[in-house]
């Protein structure tokens, strides 16, 4: 096996596997600019060699998959007024579009946090593999920012109004929760992942390797044992199914129940203009290609960078840990509709170019 250091991602071909490693777990394996460039250059390379027949993507060590982007990072870039900002997100969209279309099966074992980047780099794939260790959220309006990393194309295409509920709230999902909604694919005991990847590297490469790698897979496959989403599905279609935030916030209220009060307390915590901004991104996403979901990301993110929330959102959260962040607007009904819609406007020559 490859020796791997003090290295944030590593590669090697295991077999027919090209199999990625995010080896950092003492930050839950949180994605760098330099994992994403290296993780799309080796992609890149993989999709034309003949002796791959699939790619498998995993995370080191005992919590996470991927918790997401390096927010630290991103914060004290956008503070400084630096490039990484967009030099991190526009190569992180375009290696998650890289992801979607890529021509070889691509399975991502979300064992362990799953959260913001890491969704990116797994739920884009064609084979998503929940285990008993995966928690899947996207927590992004905690923190001022969107349920980005194609947030846009799949969010709004879960079983129904879930994705409007996840991106809203930022709940988190087990693994039966994960494969009902339709975030993964597959689930597969974790005692069992590390044969499963042994078996699917002696898969011979070429015109029959996708049905082989799905007959490999169908051989692991468990049913979770429980689905907690299913009690709470109806009241979810009910009131996320609404034409806008305020129609959302008043069905759960009419709602009258501990769990309706509960959610209505949980968004009141989030941004309001993040709130505001991911209802309209995921309602357009539901009508745009995964290519015009990620250009709209893109946008969206831009206008963050500039505002006031993800700063204070970081600040709050992430570094003096208070939880109680200071977000301006500080209501729902302080966000106009200007403030919503000039997320969505094009940005010039950073307009996502795609590789």
Request: a negative charge.
């Given at each position: 096996m490859t020796d791997r250091g003090e290295r944030e991602i590593v590669f090697e071909q295991r077999g027919s596997v090209g199999h990625i490693l995010l080896s950092r777990p003492k930050a839950l394996n949180a994605l760098t600019l330099s994992m994403v460039m290296d993780m799309t250059g080796q992609l890149q390379a993989w999709s034309d060699d003949a002796s791959i027949a699939c790619i498998v993507i995993e995370g080191a060590g005992e919590k996470g998959f991927c918790a997401g982007g390096d927010i630290r990072a991103l914060y004290e870039s956008g503070k400084a007024g630096s490039d990484y900002w967009y030099e991190f997100y526009s190569n992180?969209?375009?290696?998650?579009?890289?992801?979607?279309?890529?021509?070889?099966?691509?399975?991502?074992?979300?064992?362990?946090i799953t959260m913001g980047g890491g969704v990116?780099?797994?739920?884009?794939?064609?084979?998503?593999?929940?285990?008993?260790?995966?928690?899947?959220?996207?927590?992004?309006?905690?923190?001022?920012?969107?349920?980005?990393?194609?947030?846009?194309?799949?969010?709004?295409?879960?079983?129904?109004?879930?994705?409007?509920?996840?991106?809203?709230?930022?709940?988190?999902m087990k693994a039966a929760d994960c494969r009902y909604v339709g975030v993964g694919t597959h689930h597969v005991p974790d005692a069992e992942l590390e044969t499963l990847i042994v078996e699917l590297s002696a898969v011979e490469a070429g015109a029959r390797a996708s049905t082989n790698i799905e007959t490999v897979l169908g051989a692991f496959v468990t049913e979770p044992d429980d689905c907690p989403y299913k009690s709470i599905e109806a009241e979810v279609d009910r009131c996320f199914a609404g034409e806008s935030v305020?129609?959302?916030?008043?069905?759960?209220?009419?709602?009258?129940?501990?769990?309706?009060?509960?959610?209505?307390?949980?968004?009141?915590?989030?941004?309001?203009?993040?709130?505001m901004v991911t209802f309209e991104q995921l309602r357009r996403g539901g009508e745009l290609s995964f290519r015009e979901g990620m250009a709209q990301e893109l946008r969206c993110v831009m206008k963050i960078r500039d505002g006031h929330d993800f700063y204070e959102g970081v600040r709050a959260v992430i570094i003096d840990k208070d939880n109680t962040p200071k977000w301006a607007p500080s209501t729902l009904n302080d966000v106009s509709s200007s403030d919503v819609t000039e997320h969505f406007d094009e940005i010039g020559e950073k307009e996502l170019a795609f590789l």
């Amino acid at each position: 096996m490859t020796d791997r250091g003090e290295r944030e991602i590593v590669f090697e071909q295991r077999g027919s596997v090209g199999h990625i490693l995010l080896s950092r777990p003492k930050a839950l394996n949180a994605l760098t600019l330099s994992m994403v460039m290296d993780m799309t250059g080796q992609l890149q390379a993989w999709s034309d060699d003949a002796s791959i027949a699939c790619i498998v993507i995993e995370g080191a060590g005992e919590k996470g998959f991927c918790a997401g982007g390096d927010i630290r990072a991103l914060y004290e870039s956008g503070k400084a007024g630096s490039d990484y900002w967009y030099e991190f997100y526009s190569n992180e969209y375009r290696l998650n579009t890289l992801i979607k279309e890529y021509p070889k099966p691509y399975i991502a074992v979300m064992n362990g946090i799953t959260m913001g980047g890491g969704v990116g780099v797994s739920v884009n794939g064609s084979h998503r593999v929940v285990s008993d260790r995966t928690v899947f959220a996207m927590p992004e309006t905690g923190i001022g920012l969107i349920p980005d990393v194609g947030g846009s194309f799949f969010l709004p295409r879960l079983k129904g109004a879930a994705g409007m509920y996840l991106g809203l709230t930022g709940n988190r999902m087990k693994a039966a929760d994960c494969r009902y909604v339709g975030v993964g694919t597959h689930h597969v005991p974790d005692a069992e992942l590390e044969t499963l990847i042994v078996e699917l590297s002696a898969v011979e490469a070429g015109a029959r390797a996708s049905t082989n790698i799905e007959t490999v897979l169908g051989a692991f496959v468990t049913e979770p044992d429980d689905c907690p989403y299913k009690s709470i599905e109806a009241e979810v279609d009910r009131c996320f199914a609404g034409e806008s935030v305020d129609a959302i916030l008043t069905s759960l209220r009419d709602n009258e129940s501990d769990w309706a009060e509960g959610i209505l307390k949980l968004i009141g915590m989030k941004s309001p203009t993040s709130i505001m901004v991911t209802f309209e991104q995921l309602r357009r996403g539901g009508e745009l290609s995964f290519r015009e979901g990620m250009a709209q990301e893109l946008r969206c993110v831009m206008k963050i960078r500039d505002g006031h929330d993800f700063y204070e959102g970081v600040r709050a959260v992430i570094i003096d840990k208070d939880n109680t962040p200071k977000w301006a607007p500080s209501t729902l009904n302080d966000v106009s509709s200007s403030d919503v819609t000039e997320h969505f406007d094009e940005i010039g020559e950073k307009e996502l170019a795609f590789l």
